[in-house]
T-cell receptor
């Protein structure tokens, strides 16, 4: 089966510019996650969707970050305006949803590496 | 609050020798624990998972991990390292349920010398 697709793979912008990332999850996966991975650290969850609804966005910096999943399939993550500290890899993941945790394995895309100059 | 601590930021082994990557966790509930591997410029891949069944968990590529509740540890091992094992490894905890939020450790970079 096809994996989680993300684009672009790399993006370089100047601070105060805006940028958007796109993610297409594995077909049939209802849950979609965006993570931020700063160099030298593990990924940190930014936002979780179940279908087109937000389940958890407690760690999303809402003054500059936004995300949507309008049709419950693909998703976009936007940063406006970008800051130097937003330089990171942005990972998208998807999973099946169920009450049994073994179904909740998350599958990750290759990520988008953002450099803010 | 749940958390994981990976005790080594960098581990270096020779090809053919055993691998040990150490992880301690903290969780208020009965946790689910995972190890993910990240090769350069590639996505995270699940190596293995523990979800309250057998305490010794076997994963892909010859890796295994043992859940020790008394020590709050979930160390990753492999009997014989291969050059292709060189990557970043993340220990992850989840309190499960339908949300299944994952909390990642900071990672251990494994280097394999010929």
């Amino acid at each position: 089966e096809a994996g989680v697709a993300q684009s672009p793979r790399y993006k370089i912008i100047e601070k105060r510019q805006s940028v958007a990332f796109w993610c297409n999850p594995i077909s049939g996966h209802a849950t979609l996650y965006w993570y931020q991975q700063i160099l030298g650290q593990g990924p940190k969850l930014l936002i979780q969707f179940q279908n087109n609804g937000v389940v958890d966005d407690s760690q999303l910096p809402k003054d500059r970050f936004s995300a949507e999943r309008l049709k419950g399939v693909d998703s976009t993550l936007k940063i406006q305006p970008a800051k130097l500290e937003d330089s990171a890899v942005y990972l998208c993941a998807s999973s099946l949803v169920g009450q049994v945790v073994t179904k909740n394995i998350q599958y990750f895309g290759a990520g988008t590496r953002l450099s803010v100059l | 609050a749940q958390s994981v601590t990976q005790l080594d930021s960098h581990v270096s082994v020779s090809e053919g020798t055993p691998v040990l990557l150490r992880c301690n966790y903290s969780s208020s509930y009965s946790p689910s624990l995972f190890w993910y591997v990240q090769h350069p410029n590639k996505g995270l891949q699940l190596l293995l998972k523990y979800t309250s069944a057998a305490t010794l968990v076997k994963g892909i590529n010859g890796f295994e991990a043992e859940f020790k509740k008394s020590e709050t540890s979930f160390h990753l091992t492999k009997p014989s390292a291969h050059m292709s094992d060189a990557a970043e490894y993340f220990c992850v905890v989840s309190e499960g349920g339908s949300q299944g939020n994952l909390i990642f450790g900071k990672g251990t970079k494994l280097s394999v010398k010929p």
